[in-house]
Nanobody, 120 residues
């Protein structure tokens, strides 16, 4: 049971990136999927989640879009209007069920992380 994240990179402020997270099993279609991010010395923080509903952190609302393609076992995070403060390692995660929400303790399978760097 694995999640493989990709799509990170270096982009200028105002630019866009799309992160992808491929799940190794179709059973993930029955779970909430989320993106979290982490910077050095800080706790991992919630970014967005798709499950019974779609929710976003206030800091990314209106700029980021999470979506899933069940046929491809893939979850995406489209990030637009990027800011330097979005710089972090981004992790995808699978929840314990479809109702998993914002708390990282509700997620029990994690991808390896992909670095996003936004220059000013």
């Amino acid at each position: 049971v694995q999640l493989q994240a990709s799509g990170g990179g270096l982009v200028q402020a105002g630019g866009s990136l799309r992160l992808s997270c491929v799940a190794s099993e179709r059973t993930f279609s029955n779970r909430a999927m989320a993106w979290f991010r982490q910077t050095p010395g800080k706790e991992r923080e919630f970014v967005a989640r798709v499950g019974k509903s779609t929710i976003y952190a206030d800091s990314v609302e209106g700029r980021f879009t999470i979506s899933r393609d069940k046929e491809k076992n893939t979850v995406y995070l489209q990030m637009d209007a990027l800011r330097p403060e979005d710089t972090a390692v981004y992790f995808c995660a699978a929840g314990t069920n479809i109702y998993s929400y914002r708390d990282l303790r509700e997620y029990n399978v994690w991808g390896q992380g992909t670095q996003v760097t936004v220059s000013s």
